[in-house]
């Protein structure tokens, strides 16, 4: 584990007196890169002392998760750690974003990766001050500064080489409000509401059961290890968000320290300003929120959910059921009621046919749940379905609908899943191959016209995916269909306004388990083989023209103990598989970006993508995630509140500033922010 560094000087220095705003510095008296590790202008011992003083001894020196392993994989430690990071059933825990230096993802092939992209020191928070501590002494010496709860980031926007990071993850506090008006509101007027105030640290796997022990729902993420900052600092979409507003537009406040390391309360009442910039303007916008108050509801009492699935034969006949699809998900969009929760499934399987040879067919599935709703509805929604595959005198395919139900009965605190979120056994070590979402307009697929163009491109985005695959529409992750007396809510947040016409979000993504900073031995491949093996089909045969049973023969022989074939097995998936993969994605990205543009091509409704879940390589990012009005708020906010740019990740606001071939560490000298 990592350790708290020991020093030999320590003495405290004087901190600024708190203030508000940092005073705006001209280009030319700002310097031109951060101070990273091993620079002549990196902080002494001494100066390190200081801080590792002012906040408890809770400054730690950045240690691999995975250290153990680095000089013997081989080693009991090393086997420990490969079984709770990877899991494969045998040890499942959330070893990885309890760690300080652990990252539920680990990189992006080709992009970043932990080996290399991790900070210098952490500060463990776990007062307020340790985080107005941290961020006053990287504003004051300019160092790279991040902020990680969990690492459930596939960016790298948590971590940054030669930094200072700052890990709120033992910030686990929470507090729930009967009726909650923000103090500096009161005497206004202001309907009190029920709400909890959660710190920064807590993740939605602490969150939820605790508000349904309550019968109380918070609007979040759908995977519960996720943790409630950089969700709600995004947008956050879970499974009610389309009946009771996304999560950022439940917050009602916040608690910031700014770049100068000074403490304020964010809300409509004091700094509506910054408090509109947290509400989906994603992290790195002008400080490091400490705590969250948020809206709670009524838990629902029941819940029903129906299900189709089918598949064809031909891609004619598929290309006429994406059709079918596509109304589906318009008419669900606009129910908030029994319909707030699903997801649109595309592609193509293998299954055995009547001659018993393997053949590929197309395959698509539609879910839907509903908040105390009934499946009598739903099934209504999803019956043209079934009357397309069974057409009189036509069966074109295989097709069934299926119905669940749950009610608050089956709530047992010892079990804490619940039908509205994921829950997680434990943490799986994975690194990105390819991601991309997109938002599909309302609009859009609610014309004819729509549904005949878009229905083409998801099967031309078939053909260019290996065989077998599926992309999934998620319908949380949107906000058509919310509400009207939500919507003005919703103008007060700087999500993208094309989202209230956004009938859900389309993900492509592929992970593999992976360990850039592991040597590539027979015990490394034997920990993530299980997971890997899954990936052997879609990796190969039609996408690289590999022969499947070569690479699992080989791969096979490696974690059982050749280590010549196990070195051979994972140099292959790195070297030639993944970036073969990647080649196919790339098609995939055009034909999507061209179907769902984010400006307006031959008379196409507006698209977008989804900060938090997005494109490695998203081009035109402020207009994908903000647009361009709010975009220009945004960045107005930014350089008011933090001038000299402490607060920069990837693809964050202010980041086109900053150099791609940097990491983000240099100044673009050819763009200066607006306002400076």
């Known amino acids: 584990m990592s350790v708290v560094i020991a020093f030999l000087v320590a003495s405290l220095v004087k901190g600024h007196e708190p203030f508000e705003a940092d005073v705006p510095v001209p280009v030319a008296g700002l310097p031109t890169c951060r101070c990273l590790a091993g620079d002549p202008c990196w902080p002494t011992l001494h100066l390190w002392a200081t801080l590792n003083e002012s906040v408890g001894g809770r400054l730690l020196q ?85 902020v990680k709860n969990t690492g459930h980031d596939w960016y790298g926007r948590s971590t940054a080489a030669g930094s200072l990071m700052v890990w709120t993850h033992n910030r686990k506090e929470m507090v729930w409000h009967d009726a909650y008006t923000p103090a500096e509101c009161s005497g206004g007027g202001d309907e009190a509401v029920p709400a909890v105030s959660v710190e920064s640290g807590v993740q939605f796997f602490d969150l939820y059961p605790a508000a349904q022990n309550r019968k109380r729902l918070v609007i979040g993420g759908t995977c519960d290890s996720v943790g409630v900052a950089g969700c709600w600092l995004s947008g956050c979409y879970g499974v009610f968000s389309k009946k009771f507003g996304a999560g950022a537009l439940n917050m009602l406040s916040a608690r910031v320290v700014l770049a100068n390391g000074s403490l304020v309360v964010a809300n409509k009442c004091s700094h509506p300003d910054l408090f509109w910039s947290l509400r989906g ?120 609908i299926e119905n669940t139900r749950w009610d608050e009965s089956q709530w047992d605190p010892k079990n804490p899943a619940l039908p509205w979120y994921g829950y997680s056994a434990g943490d799986k070590a994975a690194a990105t191959v390819s991601m991309m979402t997109r938002f599909i307009p309302l609009s859009y697929i609610g014309t004819e016209r729509g549904q005949i163009l878009l229905a ?33 809510t919703f103008h007060e947040t700087a999500l ?15 992970q593999l388990p992976w360990f850039e900073e592991l040597p590539q031995t027979t015990h490394v491949l034997k920990a993530i083989w299980p997971r890997l093996s899954t990936s052997v089909e879609l990796f190969t045969d039609n996408c690289t023209g590999s022969n499947a049973s070569a690479v699992t023969r080989q791969c096979d022989a490696g974690a059982n103990g050749d280590a010549a074939a196990a070195q051979a097995c994972l140099g292959d998936w790195q070297d030639r598989l993944v970036p073969a993969f990647q080649r196919r994605a790339d098609k995939v990205r055009v034909t999507l970006r061209d179907a769902l543009p984010n400006v307006n091509a031959s008379g196409l409704p507006f698209s977008g993508a989804y900060w938090s879940e997005t494109d490695y390589f998203e081009k035109d990012f402020e207009l994908s995630y903000w647009g361009a009005k709010k975009y220009t708020r945004l960045l107005e906010i930014k350089t008011r509140y933090d001038p000299r740019g402490l607060f920069i990740c990837r693809h964050c606001v202010g980041s086109e500033y900053w150099t791609e071939e940097s990491h983000l560490n240099c100044r673009n000298t050819s763009r200066v922010p607006p306002s400076l």
């Open 62 to 146: 950045y240690e691999d998760a995975m250290a153990p392993c680095m000089d013997d994989t081989g080693s009991v430690a090393c086997r420990e750690r490969l079984l709770a990071a990877v899991g494969n059933g045998v040890v499942d825990t959330h070893f990885l974003s309890d760690h300080p230096g652990g990252l539920q993802h680990s990189g992006h092939f080709g992009a970043w990766n932990i080996s290399t992209d991790h900070p210098a020191y952490i500060v463990r928070a776990e007062k307020e001050s340790d985080i107005m501590a941290a961020v006053r002494f990287a504003h004051d010496h300019n160092l790279r500064l991040v």
């Open 281 to 400: 303007g994603g992290g790195g916008v002008a400080g490091v929120v400490t705590e969250f108050t948020v809206r709670s509801h009524p838990s629902p009492r029941w819940m029903t959910g129906a299900t189709f699935a089918g598949n064809v034969s031909t891609r004619a006949d598929y290309v006429r059921l994406l059709r079918e699809g596509l109304k589906v998900l318009a008419a669900v969009a606009e129910d908030a009621d029994q319909a707030p929760n699903g997801g649109l499934g595309f592609g193509t399987a293998n299954e055995i046919g009547p001659d018993g040879r393997v053949r590929t067919v197309y395959v698509m599935s539609i879910l839907i749940q509903g908040f105390e709703s009934n499946t009598t509805t739903q099934n209504t929604y999803l019956q043209p379905l079934l009357d397309f595959v069974f057409k009189s005198g036509e069966v074109r395919g295989w097709g069934r």
């Open 456 to 488: 083409e491109a998801w099967a031309k985005v078939t053909d260019e995916l290996p065989t077998p695959t599926t992309v999934g529409v998620m319908i949380p992750k949107a906000q058509g269909g919310l509400p009207t007396h939500l919507r003005p």
């Open 496 to 510: 993208n306004p094309v989202i209230l016409d956004t009938a859900g979000t389309l993900l492509q993504f592929t």
